[in-house]
């Protein structure tokens, strides 16, 4: 099978995230590739340095809102040259016991990481459709295949986005737009700061670097595959997961208490 992408200098990205860790790394990745990309981001200072830097487009827009995203559609509508691919690495989480969060912490979670990027794909999927070997990729997580406590509307979310991209892979032919899904592990980045990070830490779970990953995206790319789950043994506990939930429930009780401890200890 031919690779997706063989000149990144031929592609003009659309980055939403652009300003996240891991945005910040695929941007500058596609630039050193040579590509052109539109930087998406809400935080008009960073985003207008971001650009400048990389020498690359931005365009300001929160995602949360409806004017700002029918903004960025038109934009895109309008885009010259146009817009070859689209990576939406936006996202949010809540680390908490689910019941001591509001309930509006939860929604903008869902929202963002999982109604936005729908909403994003209904308007520019038609648009994409009509360039040769357009494609698109939304970046999830493996906890989307995997329920982690204090992770309740976050699992939702990606668990959420990881279907919606599996029926649209099965929906559209290839040949009109690849429809490519990630799901990597914990990422070194300020969204995983806090909590999680001092979990991981004392329990010696692994953490990526964001250019490693963004490396593993760009790769799957350009080879126009469909899945990607970043991590081991996190592969195993997928599948797992899925066969025998009852060994996961009983391996993430320690877990649970720590979480616990931890949120404890943040509050006092």
Not at 92 to 99: D, G, I, K, P, R
Not at 125 to 149: M, T
Request: charged share 20%; with cysteine.
């Amino acid at each position: 099978m031919s690779k997706l992408i063989t000149d990144w200098s031929q592609q003009h990205v659309l980055l939403t995230g652009a300003q996240g860790g891991l945005g910040q790394e695929l941007a500058r990745q596609l630039t050193e590739k040579g590509a052109l990309v539109t930087l998406v981001g809400r935080r008009e200072e960073a985003l207008r340095e971001q650009a400048v830097t990389l020498g690359q487009r931005d365009f300001l827009c929160d995602l949360t809102q409806a004017e700002e995203l029918a903004g960025l559609i038109e934009l895109v509508q309008a885009s010259r040259p146009r817009i070859t691919g689209w990576i939406h690495a936006a996202g949010s989480s809540v680390t908490e016991l689910y019941t001591d969060t509001p309930w509006t912490k939860h929604a903008e979670v869902m929202r963002l990481n999982t109604l936005v990027p729908m909403q994003l794909t209904h308007a520019l999927l038609p648009l994409l459709q009509r360039q040769h070997r357009a494609w698109l990729l939304h970046v999830g997580s493996v906890f989307g295949a995997l329920g982690f406590p204090t992770q309740a509307s976050y699992c939702a979310s990606k668990a959420a986005l990881a279907r919606f991209c599996e029926a649209l892979q099965r929906e559209v032919e290839p040949s009109a737009c690849t429809i490519m899904y990630a799901a990597p592990r914990a990422i070194k980045t300020a969204m995983n700061d806090g909590v999680m990070h001092r979990f991981n830490q004392n329990s010696g779970t692994h953490e990526d670097n964001a250019a490693r990953v963004a490396s593993l995206l760009l790769r799957q790319i350009e080879q126009g595959q469909r899945r990607q789950t970043i991590g081991w043994p996190e592969r195993l506990f997928v599948k797992l997961n899925a066969l025998v939930p009852q060994l996961i429930d009983a391996n993430l009780r320690k877990p649970l208490r720590q979480l616990r401890q931890l949120l404890q200890e943040q509050k006092s």
